[in-house]
C-alpha cells in the first residue's frame, strides 16, 4: 500500500504564495506520473495540475496555470506545488494524487486514472 502525505497548506492572505509537499512512499515513485487536485466545500475534486514521471511534462487547470509551478524530486520521492498569487477561491483541501499505471500520463484530468491519494493539506486563503 502506498501512502502519500501532503504538508503545506495554512491560512494566508490574498496575493500571499505557499508550497505544498507531498512525499511518497512507492518504491519507483520516478515511474508514475503524480497530480494535485483540489476540493472546495460542496464541490467536487477538480484537477489542478500533473507532473510526468521524469517532470518534462506538465499540465494545468486553466484557474492556476501562470499562477502555479509543480515540479518533483525523484530522489527524495516527492512532488511539490508552487502557489503564487493566492485568491480566496483557492481555498480548499488539496491532494496529491499517484497514477494507476506507470508511464501513463494520459486522462489526468479524470480522479477514476488515480490509485493512490493522499489525506489532503488546507489551503485557506482569506480577502
Known amino acids: 500500500q502506498v501512502q502519500l502525505v501532503e504538508s503545506g497548506g495554512g491560512l494566508v492572505q490574498a496575493g500571499d504564495s505557499l508550497r505544498l509537499s507531498c512525499v511518497s512512499s512507492?518504491?519507483?515513485?520516478?515511474?508514475?506520473?503524480m497530480a494535485w487536485f483540489r476540493q472546495a466545500p460542496g464541490k467536487e475534486r477538480e484537477f489542478v495540475t500533473l507532473i510526468s514521471w521524469r517532470g518534462r511534462s506538465t499540465y494545468y487547470a486553466d484557474s492556476v496555470e501562470g499562477r502555479s509551478t509543480v515540479s518533483r524530486d525523484n530522489a527524495k520521492n516527492t512532488v511539490y506545488l508552487q502557489m503564487n498569487s493566492l485568491k480566496p477561491e483557492d481555498t480548499a483541501i488539496y491532494y496529491c494524487?499517484?497514477?494507476?499505471?506507470?508511464?501513463?500520463?494520459?486522462?489526468?484530468?479524470?480522479?477514476?486514472?488515480?490509485?493512490?491519494w493522499g489525506q489532503g493539506t488546507q489551503v485557506t486563503v482569506s480577502s
Open positions: 512507492e518504491p519507483t515513485f520516478s515511474s508514475y506520473a
Open positions: 494524487a499517484q497514477k494507476e499505471k506507470p508511464y501513463d500520463a494520459e486522462n489526468y484530468r479524470s480522479v477514476l486514472e488515480y490509485r493512490y
